[in-house]
């Protein structure tokens, strides 16, 4: 089996935000780019966060009740991470932020985006769950729970070496890690399942400029899905990747960061010094 190098990875620390503990990697300098992981959360994110990091100042938390961020014992849904979120990106006060969001990550980030876009430029959905697209008796996603997790890892990735795991490998934290990030999907994810039925509806409110990236051979939410995610919003493009399953910022890193650049320098976004509010005010 070839393996896939992984550059050095950036450690994250434990803050308290928000109102919680919250495991968190910050790195780079310049624009606020906030990145909401998958279900799988930040495992093998190290090259995506790297590329990022060199674009602008890279904030990417492990959602409650992912990773070691603690879950308030009354969050349980996705409701309750958007408003999460929002009060993070204000404590931090983020400005003329780029959301980005993969997978259940891009569906906190278009919650977030409809209900205030005052601190965000721009949304960069990848992979992206959330919306309802068919009829009630048809399937948009894979059933993450139903199936074999060979299975699973077979939808998720073009190239199954992005699947592999060794648990005898990992340290107890890594595993324990694991453990919840798949008891927090269930919990925010599995009543109705990956989405919110009146989301669609409402991405007409996220009218910042928007960049839908998906991978062609994703086989957890079809290209399809994601071309109707893109319609379903005021200003975006939709972009597939190569060779790429559902995750492109693991499968495709330095595409997946490479496409983001070229996006903001399209919308004028693409300045990494962004002012300060005091900054502002002397101008």
Not at 7 to 22: N, S, W
Not at 224 to 240: D, I, S
């Amino acid at each position: 089996m070839v393996s896939v190098k992984q550059p050095d990875p950036i450690e994250p620390t434990v803050r308290r935000l928000a109102g919680c503990d919250v495991e968190i990697i910050e790195a780079g300098s310049g624009r606020p780019l906030l990145f909401l992981h998958p279900m799988i959360g930040l495992r093998s994110a190290a090259p995506a966060l790297a590329a990022l990091a060199a674009q602008g100042r890279i904030i990417a938390p492990s959602h409650p009740g992912f990773g070691r961020s603690e879950r308030p014992a009354d969050f349980d849904s996705v409701d309750d991470l958007a408003f999460f979120y929002l009060d993070l990106m204000a404590e931090l006060d983020l400005r003329e932020a780029v959301l980005i969001g993969c997978d259940i990550g891009g569906w906190i980030a278009a919650e977030i985006a409809v209900r205030s876009t005052e601190r965000i430029a721009a949304l960069v959905l990848a992979g992206a769950t959330g919306i309802r697209v068919g009829d009630r008796d048809m399937q948009d996603l894979a059933d993450i729970f139903a199936l074999p997790k060979a299975e699973v890892d077979r939808l998720s990735f073009h190239d199954p070496v992005h699947a592999a795991l060794d648990i005898a490998a990992m340290s107890e934290a890594e595993v324990t890690a694991l453990a919840r990030n798949r008891e927090a999907t269930a919990l925010y994810g599995w009543s109705p399942y990956l989405h919110h039925p009146k989301l669609r509806g409402r991405l007409r409110r996220a009218a910042v400029p928007a960049l839908v990236l998906w991978g062609e051979q994703d086989g957890i939410a079809p290209v399809a899905y994601g071309r109707a995610y893109a319609q379903a919003l005021p200003n975006a493009r939709f972009e597939t990747i190569a060779a790429c399953g559902h995750y492109p910022h693991i499968e495709q890193p330095d595409i997946f960061a490479a496409r983001i650049a070229t996006f903001l320098d399209g919308a004028g976004l693409s300045d990494r010094s962004i002012a300060t509010p005091k900054q502002r005010s002397a101008v």
